[in-house]
């Protein structure tokens, strides 16, 4: 008996099942009445004084794997006697299938996967390189919305397409999905997110953390660079593991890699915190790496066929970063976001840019509510122009940043050089928001695998039947019914 067994006591009319985690505890439902909560208990607590006996197993998963699927399920309080009781729970986190033997003894029930929620069932998908006139027109009116690599009905949680790009290194250019050729360190799809394309993503930040140095230079900040050589070694360590033929091998290495990026995971959020505190024009460079080590992590899972755990680390890493970059998006807006709708930028920036930052805080916004929230801060910037641009954080203009004379720039340096940044850095806002709703994307993605039945490898093979048009940048799968599945953003 050890770490990751699959453990169970014989309770006479049933057995009791749970995990194993190798330090005298288990990881178990525990309840009454066919109500339960998964809980990790002493093992003396689990077996209640009866004999303890270990599943045998042919093939199951390494014990690291293990343990973290029963681990991102405690507290869960799901428990159904014939579709998720604690024999499901065992197996799925020893195989990642959802199975019971004793309600297979008891009823013919045909338990073909499951979700942690409930039955899996098989269903058809199709992909295409043409945008269906449904999906063009409810794109048009409204009727539908793309977030991120998905496509859903604006007022419902049903997804009707996924969308990823034909060619993983360039960022498609398109009006009706109102995508942008450098819209996102992301690409549309998790799919398109391999081992390489993340590397590469990776060492463009590293050159933009460079540049920063020079700025930062000037005020005596120094950027510690180190860890993105071993995130680099990560990586390539993931890379390598998928190639390994011999399946113990290609999970061991795998584990390693996992163990690497989680550490990154600590790292950059620590550097995302301070640099947020400072207000910082780099903030945005280190977000971005913590989406990065995510999806990495992520991938890995799916690359061992660990959807669930995939999953379940991008809901841990959206509620990590979600408010970590409303807090950057506001200090961007600046302490008078009127301030973007200045005479100087008209037909440059208008209200709907603007108000399409807000909905991502709150989706219920109008441009006419945007514009009441600023009426007051218009007159504000009349009054007194030049306290909104002392207010300005390093974020966005830095005094040493400005030529001046010998006592510095003078506020009117400091204006002129403001309203000449201000677009770029809304659309540093715009970006970075593009960013998150593709990474919230990632976790609709992959639910939705998980809920159509078909593995990740599967699903990557996803292709169109018919040619590929020279123009074609996008790729849509579209599964024969919407799916439901709830989208945060």
Known sequence: MGKGDHIYVDCGAYTHHGIDCGDGTAIHYIGEALKGVITRTSLAEFTSGKQLFVKKYEVSDLSDIILLRAKSRLGENKY????????????????????????NRAATVAVIGASIGGIKSMQAVSATYQVSEDISAGLSNGSLTRIGGVIRKTNTTQIVACVRETTPNISPVSKLLQIGASASILNLGVTMMGFAIINHRLNELEQRLKQAQEVLNKINRKIDLGYYAN?????????????????????????????????????????????????????????????????AEARCYLELE??????????????????????????????????YLQPEYKGEIDLR?????????????????????????????????????????????????VKGWIFGPSEDDLKREAIKRLPQVLE?????????????AYKVEVEAIDKLGISF????????????????????IIPDKPLDIVFAS
């Open 428 to 440: 540093v806002i715009e970006n970075m928001i593009e960013t998150y709703q593709r990474f919230e």
């Open 353 to 401: 840019r603007l108000t399409r930052i807000y909905q991502w805080s709150d989706p219920n916004l109008d441009e006419n509510a945007v514009f009441d929230l600023h009426r007051e801060n218009l007159v504000k910037l009349v009054q007194d122009p030049n306290k909104w641009v002392a207010s300005l954080p390093p974020a966005i203009l830095d005094r040493v940043e």
């Open 306 to 339: 660990a959807p669930d755990t995939a999953l379940e680390l991008l809901r841990d890493g959206a509620a990590k970063v979600r408010p970590r970059m409303q807090k950057y998006v506001d200090l961007l807006l600046t302490s008078n976001p009127a301030a």
């Open 231 to 295: 995130f680099r070694a990560a990586l390539d360590l993931a890379a390598k593991a998928i190639t390994m033929k011999n399946p113990e091998t290609r999970k061991s290495m795998a584990i390693n890699a996992i163990g690497d990026l989680r550490k990154a995971d600590f790292i950059y959020t620590d550097y995302t915190d301070k640099e947020l505190e400072q207000g910082s024009q780099i903030v945005d460079e280190y977000l971005l790496t913590l989406l990065l080590a995510y999806v």
């Open 457 to 476: 490898q599967d699903w990557i093979k996803l292709a169109p039947a018919e040619n590929k048009p020279e123009d074609a940048e996008l790729m849509y």
């Open 80 to 103: 159904d006697l014939l579709f998720n009781n604690c024999e499901h729970f065992a197996t799925w986190c020893k195989t990642g299938k959802h199975e019971s033997e004793q309600v």
